[in-house]
């Protein structure tokens, strides 16, 4: 079973390699200081591994282990959290209390979660290289499998756009140096697939701006944030380059806050940015023994980040001076 009751703090550190530079940095909130300690700090201009764990969230704790293949957190109508176990091909529903509910699997290898406003699920697959649906009942069915009778690759995160569209990345799952040259699709509440956007390398997370005019999407093999800013029916009118990381970053999961800014995370420095929309780096948190994987704002205000640890197999979470945007 999934079930593993967690510790009740975050205790086993392991060493990471590499430094950063100190320097101050800012916060595009005041009340930041008040919640993340202020020691070591990576470049505004680049990011680093560190030895210096100090520049950590103060509240940073496990919520829950055990879920193996931890990925795609996501909030439903009623402020609950649910993630999904990829190595057991489940989706779970997890308490505030950190206890685990399973509430529906597929048969293949799920990667990214998410409700719509009638509380569906949908969830993308890798494995069955589908998106699928789930509704009350908990049994999926296939909601997209392919692109003009082509099959998927192996669909990885998604979100919703104001109007109601579905987009997700479709990562070809290619190994490195390949830079995995691929598309991200959309697709209407009826089920009609069109490309959104192609050629990205490895696209990976993806997620809505606050105000609804631009997607973001993480490349993780060209180390890259990309933003596409659309109009009001969705379609596509510019690509612009947000941030590019410095390697191994391999960029991940995105989550944004109510004043537009960004949490990324950069599973190949075991690290979270948080990231202007015009692409500076406000903060960098390094976390030990931790590959961070997708993360999802939640709470009843919305501001505790809940974070997907590939290293542990565990759920965390902390506290964000600053309230996760709306999902449309």
Sequence with gaps: ?????????????????????????TCASTSCSQLYRHGARSSLHEEHMTTDLTNIPTDFRVLVSGV??????????????????????AIVRVSSEGDLTQVAET????????????????????????????GSNGKPEVFVDNYEGTALGGPNDLCFLPNGDLLFTDPIRRPQPDPAISPVYRVTPEGKVT???NELAYPNGIAVSTDGSQVYVSE??????????????????????????????????????????????????????????????????HVPDWAPANLAFGGDDMKTVFVCGAAQNSIYQFRHPVAGAPLF
């Design 1 to 25: 079973m999934l079930i593993n009751r967690p510790p009740s703090r975050y205790v086993h550190k392991q060493s990471i390699t590499v430094i950063s530079p100190r320097q101050s940095t």
């Design 68 to 89: 193996r293949g931890p990925e795609g957190p996501a909030i439903d109508s009623q402020g609950q959290l649910h993630l999904v176990s990829a190595e057991d091909a």
């Design 107 to 134: 048969d293949g290898r799920p990667n990214g979660l998410l409700f719509n406003k009638a509380g569906e699920m949908f969830v993308a697959d890798a494995e069955l290289k589908a998106i699928l649906r789930i």
């Design 195 to 197: 490309a959104f956007a």
């Design 220 to 285: 993780s093999r060209a180390q890259r944030l990309v933003a596409f800013k659309i109009d009001e029916s969705g379609q596509l009118l510019d690509q612009v380059l947000v941030r590019r990381f410095r390697e191994p970053g391999n960029p991940d999961g995105i989550a944004v806050d109510v004043d537009g800014n960004i949490l990324q995370t950069l599973p190949g420095i075991r690290a979270i940015a948080y990231v202007s929309a015009a692409g500076e780096l406000l903060e960098l948190f």
